[in-house]
């Protein structure tokens, strides 16, 4: 899997959208952009995931660049439950395992 | 959806003993399954991948006769924490694909297993 960058930590007002960053410069041409979300204490839960087109689901929106070497996630009215570590992930969709990074700390303000 | 369960959410147990966590997969079918370890402030790291019917293949570094795993079925998974000590205290967390869901499907996740060992 390709290496992402995240910035460890963003803070958003609620009520506004939040948008998170993720480079993924390396990315090959059969890697997926995932992205996944960890409250406290809790599994992981899967947000969305794309492969070269924009993406929106019930939870995000995904946009991704042309060139694939970036993505963002937006999630369009975030709320204090919003609040939780969220990681990006490029996969190769053949290779079973998945492989977290650090991710980025999202801190929804009231 | 797809809804994977943990089994216990904590547990504390005393030094020396073994502790099994069970992960199933409650409304769809799993060949395989992986096993994460959490510690505090950290990312989840793979310790192992875990296949129906044969045996477990573990990352670097994750002793296979420590940490345990059966998979006797296509819906059932175990880990067993073995002679615990206190350096195993972490949250661990199973995943797992639906075997019908295509190879680029997300993973489903449990609700993790805090782990304390006194």
């Known amino acids: 899997d390709a290496k992402t960058t995240q910035p460890p930590s963003m803070d958003c007002a609620e009520g506004r959208a939040a948008n998170l960053p993720c480079n993924h410069s390396t990315i090959s041409g059969n890697e997926y952009v995932y992205w996944y979300r960890q409250i406290h204490s809790q599994g992981p839960q899967y947000i969305i995931h794309?492969?070269?087109n924009n993406e929106t689901n019930e939870m995000a929106s995904l946009i991704i660049t042309e060139d694939r070497k970036s993505s963002t996630l937006i999630l369009p009215h975030a709320t204090l439950r919003d609040t939780a570590v969220y990681y990006c992930i490029a996969h190769n969709f053949g290779n079973e395992k998945l492989t977290f990074g650090t991710g980025t700390r999202l801190t929804i303000i009231p | 959806g797809a809804v994977v369960s943990q089994h216990p959410s904590r547990v504390i147990c005393k030094s020396g003993t073994s502790v099994k966590i069970e992960c199933r997969s409650l409304?769809?079918?799993?060949?395989?399954m992986f096993w994460y370890r959490q510690f505090p402030k950290q990312s989840l790291m793979l310790m192992a991948t875990s296949n129906e019917g044969s045996k477990a293949t573990y990352e670097q570094g994750v002793e296979k006769d420590k940490f345990l795993i059966n998979h006797a079925s296509l819906t059932l998974s175990t880990l067993t924490v073995t002679s615990a000590h206190p350096e195993d205290s972490s949250f661990y967390i199973c995943?797992?694909?639906?075997?019908?869901?295509?190879?680029?499907?997300?993973?489903?996740f449990g609700n993790g297993t805090r782990l304390t060992v006194t």
């Open positions: 794309g492969l070269k």
């Open positions: 409304d769809f079918q799993a060949t395989t």
């Open positions: 995943s797992a694909r639906d075997l019908f869901d295509r190879s680029y499907s997300p993973l489903h």
